[in-house]
Each structure stands twice: as structure tokens, then as C-alpha cells.
């Protein structure tokens, strides 16, 4: 039967430091110098600002919330499916062909020109809209009653 290589440590035993550097060594944290992030504004230092050297200060800057407007959109011919629906809704009014939206009511800002539009669309309280969005809706028959503005 072959003999079993004793463990490294069993040799160490008895001698001061067991292999471990000084006498401190290998207990809990302190033999590399803390825990996390402890001293890296201290001796861990340099070892931080190499890793990220952008850990320290302060960059940029936070807008307020309350500042930023956030603008709700919607492609035009997603406006163009959910029609009969609204008109069920009592969103919108239908005279003949022709369905009336008021796009204000549904809160949107500006339309989109995504999708196809099949309707004969009239769209009242509109903000801003798209040129490809205008095209298609006229392009069908439609109408747009936009503000001066826009």
C-alpha cells in the first residue's frame, strides 16, 4: 500500500509563520489590507484610480425631473385600427365614411406616419404631425385640422 503524501500544512506546523509571511498573516482580513473598498482613499489608493479613474468627484450634472417633457406619440395607423373602437367608445364620430377623432381627448402629442391607413380619417385637436403621417391621411381623403403653428 503506497504511502499518503502528508498535507503541506502539517510540515509547517511549529514554524512561526506556517508560510504565510509574517505573523499576522492569514488571519481575517487584515493581511490584505481590509475589506470592500477600505482604504481606497488611503493605501488602496492608486489601485482604485487605475481600476476607474473616474471613481472619485463628481461628473456631469442631474436635470430635474420636473423640467423634462416627455412627448406622447402615436403612429397613424394605429389611430386608423383602433377607429371603429373609439367609435364605440364614444371617442370619436362616424358620418358616413368618414370618422371624426379628436386626437386631444386621447392625449397625444404628435403623430407618426407608421402604418397604412385603409379610413377616411378627420383629425381634430391635433398638435404636431408627421409629413409622412399628413401624406397618408390625405393621400386617402382625409383631413387634418392642425393649429397655425405647427
Do not use: C
Not at 442631474?62 to 364614444?90: C, F, W, Y
Amino acid at each position: 500500500m503506497q504511502k499518503r503524501k502528508p498535507k503541506r500544512i502539517n510540515k509547517l506546523r511549529g514554524r512561526r509563520t506556517a508560510g504565510y509571511g509574517r505573523s499576522a498573516g492569514h488571519r481575517a482580513s487584515g493581511q490584505r489590507g481590509g475589506k470592500g473598498q477600505a482604504g481606497s482613499k488611503k493605501h488602496h489608493y492608486i489601485k482604485v484610480i487605475q481600476e476607474n479613474p473616474r471613481y472619485f468627484g463628481k461628473w456631469g450634472f442631474k436635470r430635474p425631473q420636473g423640467l423634462s417633457e416627455s412627448t406622447r406619440v402615436l403612429n397613424i395607423g394605429e389611430i386608423d385600427q383602433a377607429a371603429q373602437i373609439l367609435v364605440e367608445r364614444g371617442l370619436a364620430e362616424k358620418k358616413g365614411q368618414r370618422i371624426k377623432i379628436d386626437v386631444s381627448k386621447l392625449g397625444v402629442d404628435k403623430i407618426l406616419g407608421g402604418g397604412q391607413v385603409r379610413n377616411k380619417l378627420d383629425l381634430v385637436g391635433v398638435k404636431a404631425i408627421s409629413a409622412s403621417a399628413r401624406n397618408k391621411v390625405t393621400g386617402v381623403g382625409g383631413t387634418i385640422d392642425l393649429p397655425a403653428d405647427a
